[in-house]
């Protein structure tokens, strides 16, 4: 065996089972390896998505094969892309395969919500739920009282933006990304607008009697 032959020997091992440390040097590196470590890390991701739509498959209902190949198949590029992006946040608290999976895992579980609300209306109407009912008399009356104080909340203290906001992501299970391609916006911009909604409520509530003045962190979530 030449030197050569010895130096693509052992070259073709660091890319077929890269070292914690190989990883991001082979990633963030353009040169020998860096190629063949895209595409392992591609495949590692396309593994993840490919799990993650099997477990929501329930969900799923009827969609064809072709279409799951395309949610999963988007969820690794989109996967890669962020990850690429991120490479220097890893802090080696795990092995850089399990950090890397988990891009996979979540991006193929947003492609889903994505792609299930892909042909559904979002409501963005100001439409509330029917009160909540009590499993006993004075259950019930509690339970109209609160559910028309947050109506009361939502109609009054909020403005059109932030009511529709609301309603979309808490009542309605509107996934965001969804929403904030609806509405022309960014997921920022939408958490913001939610953090400034909640705010306003629990305002409006604490005022109102229905909620403590001292909030602890668990009442605030």
């Not at 990633?27 to 591609?42: C, D, F, V, W, Y």
């Not at 979540?106 to 509330?128: F, G, K």
Request: proline share 5%; charged share 25%.
């Amino acid at each position: 065996m030449t030197t050569r032959q010895a130096d693509e020997g052992l070259a073709s091992v660091v890319v077929k089972d890269p070292a914690e440390d190989d990883w991001l040097k082979l990633l963030s590196t353009p040169g020998p390896g860096h190629h063949e470590a895209l595409q392992r890390l591609h495949d590692l991701l396309l593994r993840a998505a490919r799990q993650q739509v099997s477990r929501m498959q329930p969900i799923l209902g009827t969609i064809g094969r072709v279409r799951q190949d395309d949610i999963i198949n988007q969820a690794a590029d989109e996967a890669m892309v962020s990850l690429l992006g991120k490479l220097s946040t890893f802090e080696g608290r795990s092995r850089f395969s399990t950090w890397a999976y988990k891009f996979g895992v979540l991006q193929a579980a947003v492609e889903v919500n994505r792609s299930m609300w892909r042909h559904r209306d979002v409501p963005l109407d100001d439409v509330i739920e029917p009160l909540a009912a009590g499993a006993s008399p004075e259950q019930f009356s509690e339970a109209a009282d609160f559910s028309a104080a947050v109506r009361s909340a939502i109609t009054h203290t909020l403005t059109d933006h932030q009511r529709r906001v609301v309603l979309a992501l808490l009542v309605d299970d509107v996934p965001i990304d969804v929403l904030a391609e609806r509405l022309g916006t960014s997921r920022n911009a939408l958490y913001k607008t939610l953090h400034d909604a909640r705010k306003r409520l629990r305002a409006y509530l604490i005022a109102a009697g229905f909620l403590p003045a001292a909030m602890t962190p668990e009442m605030i979530r």
